[in-house]
T-cell receptor
Framework: NAGVTQTPKFRVLKTGQSMTLLCAQD?????MYWYRQDPGMGLRLIHY???????AKGEVPDGYNVSRLKKQNFLLGLESAAPSQTSVYFC???????????FGDGTRLSIL | AQSVTQLDSHVSVSEGTPVLLRCNYS??????LFWYVQHPNKGLQLLLK??????LVKGINGFEAEFKKSETSFHLTKPSAHMSDAAEYFC??????????????FGKGTLLTVNP
């Protein structure tokens, strides 16, 4: 049982490049989330989705876009990467509003 | 508004000695509280959760936490540390007062080091 799978695991980008991070879950969860983790900051919510076709902004949404075209997938896009977006990105999912959230292993993104 | 304060950024213990990781929270409602563990280069794994049932919550790997409303605390303990417990631990609160019980607020983390 895979749970939450994030692709890719590592990526290095140049400033101004674009990319998409993919999150896939096989638990039939309605809710999905994207977080970023920075040293000494804990995890901060970027965007989330409460169901297929819906998305909403979290705490730090600027510079990111998301899409939830299929229930099992949640995509995070960076249109024009900036060095401030160097971080570890985590995807999570949960069954409706019921906790706990299940996390992927993260995507380590460096922007030069 | 909800917030979480983990009182120690780094805790170091010897193998076989007790572990105490401290967490205070602020919430305008009856919160749900969680402890997650993160091993190096891994995602977060749920250790335990409090959701207004018993105030002493038992989790995986011998960890437990006690919800103390009067002190607004949710400290994590383990009687005897094992080398495999070395990781970063996050205290997390979910406050449904805003109509969104799925939004989590994370503490900044406590790095636990276990010395042989």
């Amino acid at each position: 049982n895979a749970g939450v799978t994030q692709t890719p695991k590592f990526r290095v980008l140049k400033t101004g490049q674009s990319m998409t991070l993919l999150c896939a879950q096989d638990m039939n969860h309605e809710y999905m989330y994207w977080y970023r983790q920075d040293p000494g900051m804990g995890l901060r919510l970027i965007h989330y989705s409460v169901g297929e076709g819906t998305t909403a902004k979290g705490e730090v949404p600027d510079g990111y876009n998301v899409s939830r075209l299929k229930k099992q997938n949640f995509l995070l896009g960076l249109e024009s990467a900036a060095p401030s977006q160097t971080s570890v990105y985590f995807c999570a999912s949960s069954y409706e509003g019921i906790q706990p959230q299940h996390f992927g292993d993260g995507t380590r993104l460096s922007i030069l | 508004a909800q917030s979480v304060t983990q009182l120690d950024s780094h805790v170091s213990v010897s193998e076989g000695t007790p572990v105490l990781l401290r967490c205070n929270y602020s919430s305008s409602y009856s919160p749900s509280l969680f402890w997650y563990v993160q091993h190096p280069n891994k995602g977060l794994q749920l250790l335990l959760k409090y959701t207004s049932a018993a105030t002493l919550v038992k989790g995986i790997n011998g960890f437990e936490a006690e919800f103390k409303k009067s002190e607004t605390s949710f400290h994590l303990t383990k009687p005897s540390a094992h080398m495999s417990d070395a990781a970063e631990y996050f205290c997390v609160v979910s406050d449904p007062s805003g109509g969104s019980n799925y939004k989590l607020t994370f503490g900044k983390g406590t790095l636990l080091t276990v010395n042989p």
